[in-house]
């Protein structure tokens, strides 16, 4: 299904559920097995409010400085290399920034292996194998480090801040008031750490757009207010990302014609709502521009899913993905100056997440005067 409508629809309760939708092989990879992705009525509202209360205003702007800092400290690195392949350097720049934040501590020696771990559940989930062997296995290891982790906090030899995700969810009660058991508290704390490195794939496209698009760079070096907001909207409207999202039919019902028989798999078209002619003009060209006038619908623009955060299953991390996107274009346009070398910029659909084949290759970085 695509456009506004069918993702209204998708979004009803009443019509459809999430339990038991994932395949097993992206529960072994991408998902996990207990998370809150599979969860249905009143378990997903509660289990919701969990990971709404990470993402209050201070805690985003926490993540967002954390994260600026460490563009400073990285791009001294790069200023040393012949060559930067701004996608892996941007995952390993997030793993280190949202591990500070969830209260995960994360020593120097282990930064490369982690980062391989959190990246491989969500960049090779749907690659042939071996890579997705290698995704299964990255998550197997991902969630015993973050099992031990819970343990740790539980039994009080680790005492990450109350507000990090670590604490929240460790101590985290469901519905009957009981902790969550290890692997799913695991699963829960992944699902904070993994989704946040791979905001890479949203910053490596607002690289290419400030290449390919200089009076966006132009604009944003100058400070023009509120261009920011409008460049990372326009960034998660106009690139791939996650395809599509998946839920069953509740029970038999008839929509615009179609027949929905119970227990049948329905897709929800992101990519597609986002470019649909009903509501985007020219939605093939880049214009940041044309979100000063986007009517803040919850179901035309769904880069991350729609309808409403507490109730549905929209993602709650819109806010940190907006505020990453914002301090790397930011940081690109107006900290650095390099060159952009020869290579193949062309993207890829056919990889889950979509990326440009060369992953973005920059060279000559400095700092700017
Ligand atoms: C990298 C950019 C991101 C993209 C493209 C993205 C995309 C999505 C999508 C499409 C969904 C499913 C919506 C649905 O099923 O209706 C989702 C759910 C979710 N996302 Fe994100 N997300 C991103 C970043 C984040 C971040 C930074 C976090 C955590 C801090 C996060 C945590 C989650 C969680 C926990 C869910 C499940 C919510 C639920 O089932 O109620 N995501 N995301």
Redesign the pocket.
Known sequence: MTGPEAAALFYDEDRFVRRGVAPGWLKKTLFGKGG??GLDGEA?RHR?QM?MSLMGPERVERLRAMTAERWQVYVQTWSGMDRVVLYDEVNELLTTAVCEWAGVPLAEPEVGRRTEELMAMFDRAAALSPAHLWSRLARRRAERWIGNLIEEVRAGRLKPPEESAAWVIAMHRDLKGDLLDRHTAAVELI??LR??V??S??IVFAAMALHHYPRCREKLAAGEPGFSDLFAQEVRRFYP??PA?MARVRQDFEWKGYRFPEGWLVALD?YGTNHDLQTWDAPDEFRPERFRHWDGNPFNFI???GGDHYV??????EW??MELVKVAAGFLAKSVTYDVPEQDLSIDYARLPALPRSRFVICNVKESE
């Open positions: 809150v992705q997903h919701k990971f699902n904070v989704p946040t791979a905001v794939v949203f990302f996650f999202v992101l880069p991350q899913g549905n299953h929209r993602c709650p991390g940190n993905a």
